[in-house]
């Protein structure tokens, strides 16, 4: 997996919902790691479930980041905390969801400088399919894309989505607009990674990053007394069998089409 020399791609590694406790383990401990074997020149992370499986904070953030994020993608669950509610305006490099209205609080988009020259455009959409109401991905992600086009062409997309035709549905949208369409949300990375015929790199679903012996990332019997029983239940972090999941993507830095891109999938044991 050595990178690229022709000293033209820019790569980077997009890494699968953070989830709770054991999945900031998973990057307080290995990621440096990851970085050193992927060598990525921009690390993404999407962190909507940082806090307890549901929502973050602005400390859940910033601890991620001292880890090697660089860049904090959010999703559904990004208001479920009131600390990032109020704090998300004092946070660098996180991206809401950009179809949220207007006058929510946070950032769209991320322009990030990778130097030399070289920078990285990140941008978050939700769903609407089976999650709340917001306005229409397919403009908001048409008219954004547009804008941040004339600042880079390597733009990065977390798709963040519960319906995986949805999710192809605007990667095949923006093919050729964006250089990639990373789907997120669902926990479960699929096996579908390809290059669209116009040039953005798309997967359904990049995976999670935390605790795979459990029912997408929750203990599962309470999960199982919810779906089982019909009962109500509250869900906490499951702990064991800890994996990191994500996705690595190569973009000729002159053009914005992506040039490759490939699953990464880690196993590690239990940290303390």
């Given at each position: 997996?050595?990178k690229?020399?022709?000293g033209?791609?820019v790569?980077?590694?997009?890494?699968?919902?953070?989830?709770?406790?054991p999945?900031?383990?998973?990057?307080?401990?290995?990621?440096?790691?990851?970085?050193?074997?992927?060598?990525?020149?921009?690390?993404?992370?999407n962190?909507?479930?940082?806090?307890?499986?549901?929502?973050?904070?602005?400390?859940?953030?910033?601890?991620?980041?001292?880890?090697?994020?660089?860049?904090?993608?959010?999703?559904?669950?990004?208001?479920?905390?009131?600390e990032?509610?109020?704090?998300?305006?004092?946070?660098?490099?996180?991206?809401?969801?950009a179809?949220?209205?207007?006058?929510?609080?946070g950032?769209?988009?991320?322009?990030y400088?990778?130097?030399?020259?070289?920078?990285?455009?990140?941008?978050?959409?939700?769903g609407?399919?089976?999650?709340?109401?917001?306005?229409?991905?397919?403009?908001?992600?048409?008219?954004?894309?547009?804008?941040?086009?004339?600042?880079?062409?390597?733009?990065?997309?977390?798709?963040?989505a519960?319906?995986?035709?949805?999710?192809?549905?605007?990667?095949?949208?923006?093919?050729?607009?964006?250089?990639?369409?990373?789907?997120?949300?669902?926990?479960?990375?699929?096996?579908?990674?390809?290059i669209?015929?116009?040039?953005?790199?798309?997967?359904?679903?990049?995976?999670?990053?935390?605790?795979?012996?459990?029912?997408?990332?929750?203990k599962?019997?309470?999960?199982?007394?919810?779906?089982?029983?019909?009962?109500?239940?509250?869900?906490?972090?499951?702990?064991?069998?800890?994996?990191?999941?994500?996705?690595?993507?190569?973009?000729?830095?002159?053009?914005?089409?992506?040039?490759?891109?490939?699953?990464?999938?880690?196993?590690?044991?239990?940290?303390?």
């Open positions: 997996m050595s690229p020399k022709e033209r791609l790569r980077i590694l997009l890494i699968g919902d953070v989830m709770g406790k999945g900031r383990l998973i990057l307080r401990d290995h990621l440096h790691s990851v970085r050193d074997e992927c060598r990525p020149d921009l690390t993404i992370a962190g909507e479930n940082l806090a307890g499986g549901l929502g973050a904070t602005p400390d859940l953030i910033r601890e991620i980041m001292s880890y090697g994020v660089q860049v904090v993608t959010m999703g559904n669950h990004t208001w479920r905390r009131s990032l509610i109020k704090g998300i305006d004092s946070l660098d490099n996180v991206v809401r969801p179809n949220y209205p207007p006058d929510s609080p950032m769209t988009s991320v322009i400088d990778i130097g030399r020259g070289r920078r990285v455009a990140v941008f978050n959409l939700v609407r399919i089976f999650m709340d109401s917001t306005d229409c991905p397919f403009r908001a992600g048409l008219e954004l894309s547009r804008q941040l086009r004339t600042q880079t062409p390597v733009i990065i997309l977390d798709m963040h519960e319906a995986t035709s949805e999710k192809a549905a605007v990667g095949w949208y923006l093919d050729g607009k964006v250089s990639a369409v990373l789907g997120s949300h669902t926990h479960v990375q699929t096996a579908d990674e390809r669209l015929p116009q040039g953005t790199a798309f997967i359904t679903d990049i995976g999670m990053t935390g605790p795979h012996d459990g029912i997408i990332g929750m599962c019997e309470q999960v199982l007394t919810r779906f089982a029983r019909g009962l109500p239940s509250r869900f906490e972090v499951a702990e064991k069998n800890l994996q990191l999941h994500g996705v690595l993507v190569d973009v000729d830095e002159k053009t914005g089409r992506a040039i490759n891109i490939e699953r990464v999938s880690r196993t590690f044991p239990e940290s303390d």
